[in-house]
């Protein structure tokens, strides 16, 4: 099994760093993955592979970090598409189609009653905040520590640029620790706005962790009695495990939810949902952008929920994760490491269980990406309507000598 | 010639009032045209022509509040998108269109060494904002009464949901006011991080004003002088006076420049370019979303400044909204009118002279909009490739109509 070459991904980002800064940004910067050991630029995708300029060919648990549901360029969605093209996108005014999506997703979502549509999650996260700002007339935010909620000020783990004014009112948490929040509540008495939280807990760099069942409930009982607006921040997890809502998967009520990434399998939306007495504080806000209202994402979108409906494409996404994520633990026993599957199936991080360092995951990772699969070190993983049995055989077969190398490299736990 | 009617947009907003806030939210609600004579849906749109839900045919003198340069469905970036669309779009890395785009916008906009990517125009301008408070280490930043950088919290013109200490370092002045710009630096010597203006004044509801050449050669010193960053905000003139940015057609020197609408004719896009000397506080600002580095707007970007390039597209707008504007001034006297068309001719602003209420504009632009002409009451206007001078005759046979009501209604001045 040969290994892969970058040679032209590492040219074409010491182009980058001279005309880009930090030659790309954010969460794609190579400095996130295992810089030297993977691909940099991609040429495209198709299904659940995908191509670097170099040509090297993947299969991808990535997902473009989540966005791709069905499967990169799903020929039943890009076949509508076209004739969705020949209309147009954007215009002076919203379509017909944002009338129909409203009404599809308040159908849809759990305890939804209206929708506003955005581009990015951060859009939609901050917009849901607003709301309950403008509601409550109370100012502070309670999030948990590690979970990201966009690259907006008041919510970034970013610092530069970032006043301390921007993050004064956000306070924050320990997920699952209900007593940690109530505690933090009654020091803010009256002045907390929102709670937010994602509906299981997806921090970079470390396991992932399921909602407890007391810790949701009590969130509720909390919010109700304090006059607190409950926001479910379902940008990552929503439409992979539940098209009601990962509110409706785990069993909670919140006021607020937000949406992006899987709601239109790549192409650029996000939403906002509420409940009808948050609808008139709703209408305060003024929500706006150039694209916010374009047709073909909101096409897209009703088109990408109905086939994840029709497809049960949910259930296909539990039972591919868990394909994978007991191929691995076993893979893992086999060469004498302890391998950790947390959050649900769509969407599992992995970790080597005495590997606090993730120097076992980097390696792991580098050397499946050298050969082909693309995992990510670091981040959460994701399933789509694309991977197969055979996809995960094979990535499996590539798994095995990557954790002969990490073996060989440390040695049995 | 008979007028339209709205019925079918009409009874769609009554569905969308169930669903979404307010039917239509930001700058595309009702209430911000002239509400029971303008669509609210739009159905498709070709060229400098779209059709609403009602099948009503327009002229439209909008272009989806400014993206749509070179007109709807512009067949040859349609044509070249089609290849791009086979290859996908949304991806877990940037494609090499990223580098490739950032390489000739750096060669195309004078003075920018760099550039990075966003969705919206908030997003980028914001972005520019981070830039200049990171490099300067400082809090405040100017700007001018009435212009629009964005609905992120620090600018927003909405209030609902906006706490006051995330407006507390934004400050303002009168757009050409050097000496009130000079007196608030000096009111806040050492904590002014940036200085930001359009380079054009247009503010929504009165006239667009040019910038006088001492009062950019006075910004120019004074940032100089005291150490503050120019932020240039292009996203509405942006490629539409000027390829090089409006900076080089007005003559000035901004150290950011924000970009948006234009650049990619209707492809969500954005960008910010900067100088050598502030790509490293660039590298330190946290700039990503789900949808930044899509590569099928970075394609569309590239194809549309090439053929706006190629083409003389700024030449074709400045002719065209010349023209208008004449002939309306000329239609205006005929019916006793005095007409002041404001701003550069590809984005101009008209109004009655005598009109400060608007309710002139709004009759005007009503009746202009029932008989398939679209202008807008309260926005400047914006040219495209796609206007023909025949476009613009058929336009002012309808304004001849519209004025004749106006002076029916209003009498001569």
Redesign the interface.
Known sequence: MGVYKFDKSFE?FE??V?????G?????HPGFFVPGSY????????GCH?W??DGNEYI?Y???????VLG??YPPL?MEMDKW????????????I??EL??Y??GLITGA????FG?????AVTFA??????YTER?KVIVAKGAYH????WC????????K??K??TLSFKFNDLEGLKKLVSENKKEVAAIVITPHHHPVFCDSELPSKEFLEGIEKLCKDEGIIFISDD?RDGFRLDLGGSHEYFGFKPQLIAF??AMAN???I?ACAGTEEL????????????????TLPMAASLTTLKELKEKKVTEHLFKMGSILAKGLIKLGEEHGQEIKITGPPPIPFMRFADDKDLFKSQLFCAEACKRGI?FHPHHNWFLSFAHTEEDIKKSLEVADVAFKIVEEEFGKK
């Open positions: 074409l182009r980058a001279k005309v880009i800064p930090g790309v940004y954010g969460h794609r691909p940099y630029y991609v040429s495209r995708a198709e995908f670097d300029v991808d990535m997902c473009a970090f989540g966005p791709i990169y360029n890009e093209r020949k209309k147009g996108d954007a215009f002076n005014l919203p379509g017909e944002m009338v409203a009404e997703l308040t009653d209206w929708v506003v581009k990015n999650g951060s859009d905040l607003q709301v309950a700002r403008e100012k966009g690259s907006h000020p970034t783990p970013g610092q530069g640029g970032i006043l004014e921007e004064m009112y940008i992006g990434k790549g192409y650029p996000s609808k008139e504080a709703a209408t305060r806000i003024y929500f706006t952008g150039t694209f916010h209202l374009s693309y």
